[in-house]
């Protein structure tokens, strides 16, 4: 599993109950623009549209050698889920308070670009702050074992 590219701020700003695989629908060029690490998941989301989920504001640079003149960096990106985790996760969607957050964009072991979501609901700033002192603390624990 090669990652492209990560939401560091997914897992600061959201807790999530689910994550989930999905395969993403890319042009030949974005694939290639891919593999030479120039995605970004900054600001982006996941919505549903037209019974399928897409994947909005998801930045690929054009690839230089593309032939395609009009091609447009942060289009939309469906993405390629079963039918039955589509149900699950509209249903959970449709309860409230929940989020579909895109985590990483990676190559799988078979070579197909692949999107990791979770299914998150917003911390508050207290909940954020104790994420801090439990990495802090996970961060000092290790330095006085190894020290030891």
């Keep these: 599993m090669k990652i492209i590219a990560a939401n560091s701020r997914a897992n600061y700003d959201f807790l999530f109950s689910e994550k989930i695989d999905a395969g993403i629908v890319l042009l030949g060029s974005e694939v290639k623009s891919l593999r030479i690490n120039t995605g970004s998941l900054r600001g982006s989301y996941i919505i549903e549209k ?4 897409w994947l909005s504001n998801c930045f690929i640079k054009k690839y230089n050698n593309a032939a395609n ?3 447009i960096p942060n289009r939309d990106r469906k993405l ?4 039955k985790e589509f149900n699950k996760i509209l249903g959970s969607i449709k309860q ?3 989020s579909l957050v895109p985590i990483n964009l990676y190559f799988s ?4 670009a692949k999107l990791l979501f979770g299914l998150g609901k917003g911390k508050k700033k207290y909940d954020k702050r104790q994420s801090i002192k439990e990495k802090d603390w996970n961060i000092k624990k290790s330095r006085i ?3 030891n």
């Design 80 to 83: 390629l889920i079963k039918k």
């Design 145 to 147: 074992l190894t020290k």
């Design 50 to 53: 037209e019974g399928s989920l």
């Design 109 to 112: 072991d078979k070579g197909f």
């Design 69 to 71: 003149k009009n091609y």
């Design 96 to 98: 409230g308070g929940v």
